[in-house]
């Protein structure tokens, strides 16, 4: 069970697809050995220092959070079905609405995509708010994402953290 990393008026909620099975079972966000979240979060601005998955709670000390778009723990996050992400989507706004943050950066388009209805979304940020927070698209950290190297994810994040910084 992987469980939310939230308080009222963070800066950023960084939500995942859902929880891969490693995570799941240690019960710390973005705990898996290939998984870069961490890495590129202290790399591109966001924490001073590189936090340990099993220290993932201390990332609310920096304003952000941590929570998942689905709750059920899949070693791929396409594993997931549109169904899961439509029964996911009344929870997921109730505990945006509950907490306000100022913005939510999903990792991936996949979470925002099911959610929003939309068939093309850019990275960055989008035009519209989703329960009164600005939405950020960024690309998912895990190390099943081949597409982007670590260099890339950092620039991404790096731009995000330029945006909210100031």
Same mark, same amino acid.
């Given at each position: 069970? @992987?469980?939310?990393?939230?308080t009222?008026n963070?800066? !950023?909620?960084f ?7 490693k ?6 966000h973005?705990?898996?050995? *290939?998984?870069?979240?961490?890495? !590129?979060?202290?790399k591109s601005g &966001? +924490? ?9 709670? $201390? ?6 959070g @941590? +929570?998942?778009a689905v709750?059920?723990? +899949? $070693?791929?996050?396409?594993e997931? $079905?549109?169904e899961?992400? /439509?029964?996911s989507?009344e +929870? &997921?706004?109730?505990k945006?609405?509950? &907490?306000? =943050?100022?913005?939510i ?6 979470a925002?995509k099911?959610? *929003?209805g939309k ?5 960055g940020?989008?035009p519209?708010?989703l ?7 960024l =690309?998912?950290p895990?190390g @099943?994402?081949?597409?982007?190297? @670590?260099? /890339? ?6 731009e995000?953290?330029? !945006?909210?910084?100031?």
């Amino acid at each position: 069970m @992987l469980t939310d990393i939230i308080t009222n008026n963070l800066t !950023v909620i960084f939500c995942g697809i859902n929880p891969g099975l490693k995570s799941a079972d240690d019960g710390h966000h973005f705990s898996g050995r *290939s998984n870069r979240f961490w890495k !590129v979060l202290h790399k591109s601005g &966001f +924490t001073p220092y590189q936090i340990e998955a099993i220290h993932d709670t $201390s990332i609310i000390d920096f304003g952000y959070g @941590l +929570t998942t778009a689905v709750a059920r723990a +899949t $070693s791929r996050a396409d594993e997931l $079905s549109k169904e899961e992400f /439509d029964q996911s989507l009344e +929870t &997921f706004k109730t505990k945006i609405n509950k &907490f306000q =943050p100022k913005y939510i950066a999903f990792l991936g388009k996949a979470a925002y995509k099911a959610f *929003s209805g939309k068939k093309e979304i850019m990275w960055g940020q989008q035009p519209e708010c989703l329960c009164g927070a600005q939405v950020w698209i960024l =690309p998912n950290p895990s190390g @099943l994402n081949r597409g982007f190297s @670590l260099d /890339d994810l950092v620039r991404s994040y790096g731009e995000f953290y330029q !945006v909210i910084s100031h």
